[in-house]
């Protein structure tokens, strides 16, 4: 089971962009990269998704380097309401295969937005 | 309008009583799952269940018990069994087809607290 490293917490001011870093030293050929976003009392909502390189959607992008030990969750231009806990999350989610639930949410990194 | 409902929002209960989280879906998704969080802490994995009349436990299932006869409800009981179950809990259900798909879509999640 692979398991991830990320900062507990950081700061960044308004319309910066914000990159948060996963350790994932153990990641398996299956396994994909997966990040959430949490607010209190919420529940988690999902952000992105790679397996190798660089995945972007509308919110956010993730950069995969060809080790894939490690994968860096870019925040372009935050705002106040990007305060939340970043969830990196490495696993194999085929349920299909071998049928063991292979996904482990950690402590996640709490990002704080200053005005 | 198509997600995961949970309920109640707020759950008191004196030690020794069993209680039911209710978790409900209309997205027609195969997998569903129980999570539990306690203050400033990751998400643990409880319970999961890939289709009907099938789950297998998680990494803390001990004092849970849980049922899957219908595919849009996943209830969880928390039973005098578990040993200091005040916490927040939350349910999430994914497409659980492919691989690949690890979108998980969470509820708002029930908030226990054992008097």
């Known amino acids: 089971l692979a398991k991830t490293t990320q900062p507990i917490s950081m700061d960044s001011y308004e319309g910066q962009e914000v990159n948060i870093t996963c350790s994932h030293n153990?990641?398996?050929?299956?396994?994909?990269i997966t990040w959430y976003q949490q607010f209190p009392s919420q529940g988690p909502r999902f952000i992105i998704q790679?397996?190798?390189t660089k995945v972007t959607n509308e919110v956010a992008s993730l950069f995969i380097p060809a080790d894939r030990k490690s994968s860096t969750l870019s925040l372009p231009r935050v705002s106040l309401s990007d305060t939340a806990v970043y969830y990196c999350?490495?696993?194999?989610?085929?349920?299909?295969?071998?049928?063991?639930?292979?996904?482990?949410f950690g402590k996640g990194t709490k990002l704080s937005v200053i005005p | 309008d198509g997600g995961i409902t949970q309920s109640p929002k707020y759950l008191f209960r004196k030690e020794g009583q069993n209680v039911t989280l209710s978790c409900e879906q209309n997205?027609?998704?195969?997998?569903m799952y129980w999570y539990r969080q306690d203050p400033g802490q990751g998400l643990r994995l409880i319970y999961y269940?890939?289709?009907?009349?099938?789950?297998q436990k998680g990494d803390i299932a001990e004092g849970y018990s849980v049922s899957r006869e219908k595919k849009e409800s996943f209830p969880l009981t928390v039973t005098s069994a578990q040993k200091n179950p005040t916490a927040f809990y939350l349910c999430?259900?994914?497409?659980?087809?492919?691989?690949?798909?690890?979108?998980?879509?969470f509820g708002p999640g029930t908030r226990l607290t054992v008097l």
């Open positions: 999430a259900s994914s497409s659980g087809s492919s691989r690949g798909s690890f979108e998980q879509f």
């Open positions: 153990n990641i398996a050929t299956n396994d994909y």
């Open positions: 790679g397996y190798k």
């Open positions: 999350l490495v696993g194999d989610m085929d349920l299909s295969g071998a049928g063991s639930y292979q996904l482990t």
């Open positions: 997205l027609n998704h195969d997998a």
């Open positions: 269940s890939q289709i009907v009349n099938d789950f």
